[in-house]
């Protein structure tokens, strides 16, 4: 058998589907996690590896260049989708990828009906926008991760302030 490769687990949304309803069949625990994942740092690491221990497989949703821009603004992403979702494909963990360029992934959960809809220490179980949909669903809202102290935003102006741009 061959091992799978990291680009096999970047899906379209019909690929994710039937591999969430594969995984349901054999009785598997699905967690979904989602995020930008622009410059890939230590915190979304640990976020996603929490998440992965919430059950058996692992789903990353990955927003959009567009939903992207529209939520960060201009000049985000710094990392296309295709580029961003192959990095976070790449982690060990992850099971699958989907990029979605909605301004929620309720829909997307809708469509993966996922037992665990994780995010990170940013968010309360109470603050997550999708909540309601995953309570529908009969799924939970959990909060994944070590406390919030990086974000891509800071490694940006970093990397701008060293170069000399403007902010």
């Not at 301004?103 to 994780?118: F, G, I, Q, Y």
Request: charged residues 30%; hydrophobic residues 40%.
């Amino acid at each position: 058998m061959t091992k799978e490769r990291a680009r096999d687990r970047i899906l379209e949304w019909e690929g994710a589907v039937r591999r969430c309803e594969q995984w349901r069949r054999e009785g598997l625990r699905i967690v979904f996690a989602n995020g930008v994942f622009d410059l890939l740092h230590v915190g979304h690491v640990r976020y996603l590896t929490a998440a992965r221990e919430l059950g058996d497989r692992l789903v990353v949703g990955i927003n959009g260049d567009r939903s992207t821009a529209a939520h960060k603004g201009a000049g985000r992403p710094v990392v296309g989708a295709e580029d961003r979702a192959a990095v976070v494909a790449a982690l060990r963990g992850v099971d699958a990828v989907v990029i979605f360029d909605q301004s929620t992934v309720a829909a997307l959960l809708e469509a993966l009906r996922p037992d665990v809809h994780a995010k990170g220490t940013d968010y309360q179980v109470e603050t997550v926008p999708e909540r309601d949909t995953m309570v529908r669903l009969g799924g939970v809202t959990a909060i994944a991760g070590d406390a919030k102290q990086h974000a891509t935003r800071d490694l940006v102006e970093r990397i701008r302030d060293r170069a000399g741009e403007p902010t």
